[in-house]
């Protein structure tokens, strides 16, 4: 397994913590943070999935 493999299922599993703390959280103020939080860590996969592309 590579770094980015690695790096990637590091990602996912924040992800899935993050989601299940969301459906428990009910202060207003934490859940917008935690959603700002899922959406940085959402981006963050979305990079390291994509292939690195560089012009030849």
Same mark, same amino acid.
């Given at each position: @397994? #590579? #770094?980015?493999? !690695?790096?990637? *299922?590091? =990602?996912?599993?924040?992800? @899935?913590?993050y *989601?299940?703390? !969301?459906?428990?959280?009910?202060?207003?103020? $934490? =859940?917008? =943070?935690? *959603?700002?939080?899922? $959406?940085?860590l !959402?981006? $963050? =996969? &979305?990079?390291?999935?994509?292939?690195?592309? &560089?012009?030849?």
């Amino acid at each position: @397994m #590579d #770094d980015g493999d !690695e790096q990637q *299922r590091e =990602l996912q599993d924040r992800i @899935m913590r993050y *989601r299940m703390m !969301e459906r428990e959280v009910t202060d207003p103020l $934490a =859940l917008g =943070l935690l *959603r700002d939080v899922l $959406a940085e860590l !959402e981006a $963050a =996969l &979305r990079v390291t999935s994509e292939p690195d592309v &560089r012009p030849t």
